[in-house]
């Protein structure tokens, strides 16, 4: 039991597991030809199926009744502002299940030249009332009773007043913030709740208009629009439900990473010397002072990112993305791959603090700009 204990801790650390999902994600939601060939020798669209959704069920069951045999993992997961979080893993979880399923069954039935599950006659009408009034009601009266046993059953995780000398450790935001809140361990402020969340909402809702396929449309598939499914599953799944995940489960005192059966020791010290870039530069590698000048101290970072997003969008147009800029056009591309750096800047940025505890790629502290 112990050593099945500190495997999944291991597994859990931020550098393995972040490690494993960016690998293994896209051989499971195959944004193009290449990778979905694999998907389908990997036999990984399985996966969809009522075989896939039980083992995934099972799977998540039997981690966490494994989980509450220990006191750590049941102090936890059993706090009443977590309570909810257990409940979005498994809903997230099979309603991903499920929309994937139906996609790969219509796909199914496209490649037989069948109609999609979703048709309809036109001449078929289904009545507002009482067809869909009933649905709603029988819903109304599930939810509502769900609501009362919940709050029977679970107290509500009401503190003491307030108390400015007095701040819990750790202190959390609440459950739908903590993505945000995990952001602002790699970036500043107003990267990380400001900046950030509006370029994933926006990417989110962009990816309608800038997909111009004209197949998927009003029904389920995944074959049809394997590149936006993918990339609204990464955005989705990745950079927000693994984050807040994150946040509430492997976060303990002094924000301190912790595994699931790990105690939370409020005397834990990780080890972290943040160092910005141009500190590497100039003192580790050049090994001399910082210059004066802020523009000469921090034009490593600038040129960086100058590269990052205005000369490798053009590089990937002429090579890897040639194919995609040609159908997408210039505005189209632009808006894509901006969006896409945006998005892959977080776990990079991750990768950098867990890897070489760099802080800043631009730190002008004089004025309040990091980056």
């Known amino acids: 039991m112990e050593l099945i204990k500190h495997v999944i801790n291991t597994v859990s650390s931020p550098t393995v597991m972040l ?33 896939g959704g039980i083992l995934i069920l099972l799977g998540l069951l039997t981690f966490f009744l494994f989980g509450l045999t220990d006191e750590n993992f049941k102090l936890i997961v059993l706090k009443p502002d977590n309570v909810p979080i257990v409940g979005l893993i498994f809903l997230v979880a099979f309603f991903t299940w499920l929309s994937m399923k139906q996609a790969t069954e219509n796909d199914k039935r ?27 009601l029988i819903a109304l009266v599930l939810c509502t009773v769900l609501l009362v046993v919940w709050s029977i ?17 750790p202190s959390k935001a609440p459950w739908y913030f903590l993505g945000l809140q995990e952001m602002l361990v790699y970036f500043d402020p107003w990267i990380a709740g400001v900046l950030f969340p509006t370029i994933m909402i926006i990417g989110l809702m962009a990816i309608p208009y800038l997909d ?3 197949e998927g449309v009003g029904y389920y598939s995944f074959k ?40 939370w020791d409020i005397h834990k010290l990780a080890p972290l010397t943040n160092i910005n870039l141009s500190e590497y530069i100039y003192i580790i590698w050049f090994r001399s002072g910082l210059p004066d000048n802020i523009l000469i101290r921090e034009m490593w970072g600038f040129l960086l990112i100058f590269g990052y ?10 090579s890897m993305l040639n194919k995609l800029y040609k159908k997408l056009g210039n505005l189209r591309y632009s808006v894509f ?35």
């Open 337 to 371: 791959i901006i969006l896409i750096l945006f998005a892959i800047s977080l776990p990079i940025k991750m990768y950098l603090r867990w890897m070489f505890n760099l802080k800043y790629i631009v730190a002008i502290p004089e004025y309040f700009f990091n980056i």
């Open 212 to 214: 111009i396929n004209k």
């Open 153 to 169: 059953a679970l107290p509500a995780p009401l503190e003491q007043p307030a108390n400015p000398t007095l701040s819990p450790n």
């Open 309 to 318: 997003f205005m000369v490798l969008p053009p590089l990937l147009a002429k």
């Open 110 to 136: 496209i490649d037989n030249n069948e109609k999609v599950n979703e048709y309809h006659d036109p001449d078929d009408k289904v009545l507002t009332w009482p067809d869909l009034v009933y649905i709603e």
């Open 19 to 51: 490690t494993f999902i960016l690998l293994t994600f896209f051989f499971i939601f195959p944004p193009n030809d290449w990778f979905y060939k694999w998907n389908k020798k990997f036999k990984l669209d399985l996966i969809w199926t009522n075989k």
């Open 224 to 263: 049809q629009r394997k590149m936006a499914v993918s990339l609204f599953m990464f955005g989705w799944l990745v950079l927000w439900i693994l984050l807040i995940i994150v946040g509430t489960f492997l976060r303990g005192p002094n924000w301190n990473f912790f595994g699931p059966f790990e105690y």
